[in-house]
């Protein structure tokens, strides 16, 4: 199709020279083409039919029908399809629409666009062939190089065909992570909520020449993606065949469990496809003959309708013709002429139309296989006998025609039965063709129906067995096993098995024959050596054994449900105004042996049990388990002074198991009368570095070494560096000293702020870095370069004296604030009489008057509430704190972890209405 879209392109601009290099160039291709179908004009996409609900709709065993349209996504745009017209898009539509058509194919990449415009055309279309109720199947990238790439994957187009560029082995073992997978990425994530996908396809008749296997490990990946951003809609392969990628069924489609659709593409009468349709229905999958079409300008109609029955017959479920493009368009640079259904390069548009209809939409009886009864004997039969053929049950249908195949010589009769002399050995095929008629109206009859049956024919000197081949394993679990073979001839199937190579046991015997074979072991024993061989036998009784071949069933899995122990000697001491210490000795994952996985920490101001454990407030930051019988501790923040608290602890393993509520530990907060209020927030953490890797960032940093620091708080966004732990999402919350934060988007860059507190939940500055991953790539970004606290500072660069000093900067404003208070110098006016708040406060307002106004008011409430009493306007982390304990003194919330700590919400206006309406 890239040959004959360039003819096209030089019809329609008249350049002379350039139409006969084209031509001996289309020449050439066609020739190309004729011993190498999949390359056939794949620069379309290709359209299902499937039934509706109508009411003279067919049978739920009817095969859908389908055809191709052009890169209906790209009509219009004047970039890959320059002569295309956005109005053809709803002409193709409609002309489907009146065949019932359902389901459209399109190579939505462009090398010529971004992803964004790619996913936004195919939005595009989508919400229009919606309005027609026909959905897609989107396939992402061309094997072949015709332009159908994603921007920026050119370079991987290193293989050729008579000159064709092809995807070479570098996309499909690493190259796709480049460019493809973003490309898949933001094609599904922006259109996987349109109702009308019908499936995604990772490419076009992709293969590895060099490497089966590296072409698994691609559909794996991609596939495992795709169904990672959306589980609803279905997968389809996109692919000739399996023998196209060198692999049988057997050893391809098991390893892509991902995968839904089985497709075929097929031409002219070739049946390369069948094993692949075999072992889709074998499998629960669904066969589509995904590309079908036949060559010439005259009437086809019939060599289809014999190509639809046999692929119906086989157990495909929808075929697709290739090359559509809707009656009375001029051509657009997209056409087909070779295999084509359209009324510039064909003649049989309408024969074609009305066949294809005929299977989605029949007001005539459809084609009831069951009413005719076929039979050929002897069968096989020997060169020189005779052959007899017997059609039966033929009541309410009309004669159409018989058709034997060269292995016979018949002559004269029809209908009922028939005697044939053989003539060649051989496996040959007889078509019986009727016509079906509706209930006690011959007069009004289906279109021309047919079944056929094979036949075999044998040479006297046939002593030859058949040839074993491509013995492979799969679905290997503990008890059962797949064994997949193909022979070259048609012949029988069966397992010989056991501990050893002297077997002892044997699969039940396929009778059937046929040249790729699959049968299943049961019953078997876990973690076990197995030997067996594979034995066909053909039609003239010579039978062939293989080697021997051994493989291992699985470990049996034994299911873990022994919880950890519980916790028995939980303390709480070294209580403060508002934290304590908890410590306790670490259980294990079994009762007291191993690793635990995870701890939960819960406290309340009642006595907790199991009961009313979901109420109880949960703690964060836990620190993951030690190995069993090791000191735990963890510090509790936030909460009330001069309280009672009750405090417990569960203990979980990988599964997870829960252990029985630990033993109730007790302690009672400090009064604020007999402790030191503390104002001053830790030092920032330093040396914070970000390593930056495939979909994940390692970052490291250094704890501040105040004695009261708690914990830090590690806050992640997109757009910019958060400015406080509110603001971005907390990924890591602890006192450890690195976090690896994993499943990141390559190609985005994440800024991260590192926050310390103490037991006051007085937070520090946030120390800041970003980092930028990438596949395959490793970077390190820091940012700000901290300063060491350790070194002297003589021995300090400027990027590290630059950042003590601004530490010491928040330290003398700190200071500053006191002596303002000390000295009563006035810091703000009074509040407005019969001032009301209304509006909600919260963190990152700026140069705001009623954060003024409740600045004042904090102020007003003493120095445990706001000892800074700063009035800016600005409503930062001091803020915050002041009005956490605000909210924490008039028990409107419970700790600095409760929901709604630190917003000006309803509950906290009311109260500060109420203290200015005094």
């Known amino acids: 199709m890239y040959y004959k879209n360039t003819l096209d392109h030089a019809n329609k601009t008249g350049i002379i020279p350039v139409l006969l290099l084209i031509s001996v160039i289309s020449a050439v291709a066609f020739l190309a083409v004729s011993s190498f179908t999949p390359f056939k004009d794949r620069l379309f996409s290709l359209l299902f039919f499937k039934s509706f609900s109508y009411a003279q709709q067919t049978s739920s065993s009817q095969p859908e029908i389908g055809f191709n349209v052009t890169g209906i996504t790209h009509y219009g745009y004047n970039d890959i399809l320059p002569y295309s017209q956005s109005a053809s898009v709803e002409a193709d539509l409609s002309e489907i629409q009146k065949m019932n058509g359902a389901i459209v194919r399109v190579f939505v990449a462009n090398n010529k666009i971004s992803d964004t415009e790619a996913a936004n055309r195919l939005d595009v279309f989508l919400t229009k062939a919606a309005v027609y109720n026909i959905s897609a199947i989107i396939s992402f990238i061309d094997f072949y190089g015709s332009g159908f790439n994603p921007q920026g994957t050119d370079q991987y187009y290193t293989g050729s065909y008579n000159g064709i560029p092809l995807l070479g082995h570098t996309f499909f073992d690493t190259g796709y992570k480049d460019r493809y997978l973003s490309f898949v990425k933001t094609v599904v994530s922006a259109n996987k ?20 296997q590296t072409f698994i490990n691609f559909m794996k990946d991609v596939t495992n993606t795709i169904k990672s951003i959306d589980s609803v809609h279905k997968i389809a392969t996109g692919m000739l065949n399996s023998a196209h990628t060198a692999l049988t069924p057997g050893q391809l489609y098991p390893s892509l469990n991902n995968i839904d659709i ?39 109609s019939g060599a289809m309708k014999s190509e639809l029955d046999f692929w119906k017959a086989q157990g495909a479920t929808a075929f697709l013709q290739w090359g559509f493009l809707a009656q009375g368009l001029a051509d657009n640079g997209n056409g087909d002429r070779d295999s084509g259904m359209d009324t510039i390069w064909h003649t049989d548009y309408n024969t074609l139309f009305t066949l294809f209809k005929s299977y989605t939409f029949n007001a005539a009886p459809s084609c009831d296989q069951s009413q005719v009864q076929m039979s050929i004997s002897p069968n096989p039969a020997d060169v020189g006998s005779s052959v007899t053929f017997n059609v039966s049950g033929n009541q309410g249908s009309t004669y159409f025609s018989d058709n034997w195949s060269g292995g016979v010589d018949c002559s004269g009769g029809f209908w009922g039965s028939k005697t044939c002399n053989t003539v060649a050995s051989g496996n040959f095929t007889w078509t019986h063709s009727w016509k079906n008629c509706a209930p006690n109206d011959c007069s009004v009859t289906s279109a021309q129906c047919s079944r056929s049956d094979s036949f075999t024919t044998l040479s006297p000197s046939d002593i030859q067995p058949p040839t074993i081949s491509s013995v492979f394993m799969s679905n290997i679990t503990t008890n059962s096993a797949t064994v997949t073979w193909t022979t070259d001839e048609l012949a029988t199937s069966k397992i010989e098995y056991g501990f050893t190579a002297n077997y002892g046991n044997q699969t039940t015997e396929d009778v059937n024959i046929m040249t790729s074979h699959s049968q299943n072991l049961t019953n078997l024993s876990a973690s076990t050596i197995y030997n067996f061989r594979v034995v066909s036998g053909d039609q003239s009784q010579n039978q062939a054994i293989s080697i021997n071949y051994s493989f291992t069933t699985q470990a049996e899995v034994v299911s873990d449900t022994t919880a950890p122990a519980k916790i028995s000697n939980l303390t709480a001491s070294d209580q403060t105004e508002t934290s304590a210490n908890l410590s306790w000795t670490a259980t294990g994952d079994d009762n007291i042996q191993g690793t635990a996985s995870k701890y939960d920490t819960r406290y309340s101001t009642a006595l907790i049990t199991d009961a009313n454990w979901n109420q109880a407030a949960q703690v964060s930051g836990l620190p993951l388990p030690k190995i069993a019988s090791s000191s735990e501790s963890y510090i509790v923040v936030g909460l009330f002074s001069s309280t009672l608290y009750y405090f417990a602890i569960k203990v979980a393993d990988e599964v997870p198991n829960w252990s029985a509520l630990s033993n109730i530990a007790i302690a009672t907060t400090l009064s604020p009368q007999t402790s030191v209020i503390d104002t001053i927030a830790p030092g920032f953490v330093t040396n914070l570095l970000a390593k930056a890797g495939d979909s994940q960032i390692a970052l490291s940093w250094t704890n501040p070494t105040d004695s009261d620091f708690v914990r830090t708080v590690v806050v992640r966004k997109e757009n910019a560096a958060p400015t406080s732990p509110l603001d971005g999402r907390i990924v890591f919350e602890g006192n450890q000293t690195s976090f690896v934060d994993n499943n990141l988007n390559n190609g985005t860059t994440y800024y991260y702020s590192v926050f310390a507190y103490d037991r006051v939940l007085n937070y520090s500055e946030g120390a800041t870095v970003n980092a930028l991953p990438k596949a395959d790539i490793v970077s390190i970004v820091q940012t700000p370069p901290p300063a060491s606290t350790q070194k002297p500072i003589k021995d300090m660069t400027v990027d590290e004296l630059l950042a003590k000093i601004a530490e010491l900067l928040v330290k003398a404003n700190q200071l500053k604030t006191e002596l303002a208070k000390m000295t009563s110098q006035p810091l703000v006016p009074d509040i407005p009489t019969a001032y009301t708040f209304i509006k909600p406060l919260y963190l990152g307002l700026k140069n705001n008057q009623d954060v003024r106004y409740l600045q004042t008011l904090l102020k007003s409430q003493g120095a445990d509430i706001y000892p800074q009493g700063l009035i800016t306007g600005n409503y930062g982390l001091l803020t915050r704190q002041a009005v956490i304990k605000f909210q924490i003194k008039y028990k409107i919330v419970l700790s600095a972890l409760s929901p709604g700590a630190g917003l000006v919400g309803p509950k906290t206006r009311m109260k500060i209405n109420e203290i200015l309406s005094r």
Request: proline fraction near 3%.
């Open 262 to 300: 089985i497709t075929v593409h097929t031409y002219n009468g070739d049946h390369g496809g069948l094993a692949d349709v075999i072992w889709a229905i074998a499998n629960g999958k669904k066969a589509v003959i995904e590309e079908i079409g036949y060559s010439g300008t005259g009437d086809r």
């Open 193 to 212: 909520n349109h109702s009308n996908v019908y499936a995604w396809e990772p490419g076009n008749e992709l293969k590895d020449d060099s490497s089966p």
